[in-house]
Every structure is written in C-alpha cells, then in structure tokens.
C-alpha cells in the first residue's frame, strides 16, 4: 500500500546561514551604525540584541527577509517578547519550532479523517503522521489538501512509497 509521511522540519544550515546575512548586513548598514545590533543562534533558539526597541524591529525584519530568501518558513519561527536589557537596550528570543506537535498532529488526523478520499487513513508516530491509502492518486489529492489546509506550521511531505 501506498504511504507517505507529514512532517515539519527545519534546515538549520539555512537558518545558520540567514543568520550570518543578517549580522553581516547589521555591521554594515548605515541605520544600524554604533547601534551593537547583533543575532545569536543557539540550538533551536535566537537571540536579537539592539540599542533600542526600534532597531530591534528592524533587525527582525531584516532576519525574516533573509530566512524568506532562504527558504525558511516564517511560520516555523516563535517570537517572544521584547525585553530590557542592560544600558536601556532591548533583547528578544525568537524559537525555532520543529516537529508536529500532538494537537496539530490530532488537527492533521483529523482534517484527513473527515475530507481525504475514502480508503486513507492516518496515525501520529512521534512527531509525525504517516498517511496510508490504497490508491497513489488518493494520496496526491491528500497532499494537496494538507497543503491547503492552515495549521501554523510549515508541512513537508517525505517517504511517499508505492
């Protein structure tokens, strides 16, 4: 039987890279001068530090659009809050989000439950659903529908075997 899984991950190379291009473009641009404007990447986590809140917003705008350029889901970021820092600065942490999560994987079951085509079925296995069906062109018409369908995170589909 024909199968496929949902997953939704991120490339961290990418993200590393757009990282790089947003400090590098930070250290140059005029706006950003004597402002100590700067990105750290920690495992799964950002951290954006600015002189004011201000310079933060941009600096978070120009990560996005570099992550934008690069492939990365906007939708696989989590942006916290601003916070003080020392010196009146302005800190915030930004999370990378990876794998479905159980009631976006329970959404996923059951958005495929109710509108897939007769014979798919689906289960959650860890942080992923694996969707079977009898047909190759069921499964496409599911992909499909997953794809249309909004569940605030970025869904890739790997592994599709007939």
């Known amino acids: 039987m024909p199968t496929f899984d949902v997953v939704s991950e991120i490339d961290i190379q990418e993200v590393r890279n757009a990282v790089d291009q947003a400090n590098r473009e930070a250290t140059t ?3 950003f001068k004597g402002t100590d404007s700067e990105i750290e990447l920690n495992q799964m986590e950002l951290t954006l530090k600015s002189a004011t809140e201000d310079r933060l917003r941009a600096l978070v705008q120009v990560l996005e659009e570099k992550l934008v350029k690069r492939q990365v889901s906007l939708k696989s970021i989590e942006k916290g809050k601003i916070e003080e820092g020392a010196k009146a600065s302005a800190r915030m942490k930004i999370t990378l989000k990876a794998g479905i999560e159980p009631d976006v994987a329970k959404a996923i079951n059951k958005t495929i439950k109710e509108s897939a085509p007769k ?10 659903v694996r969707v079977t069906g009898k047909k190759r062109d069921d499964l496409q ?17 790997e592994n599709f075997r007939d």
């Open 29 to 31: 641009r005029f706006d």
């Open 119 to 128: 014979g798919v079925t689906s289960s959650t296995q860890g942080n992923q």
């Open 141 to 157: 018409d599911t992909i499909s529908l997953l794809k249309e369908a909004d569940f605030g995170i970025p869904l890739q589909f």
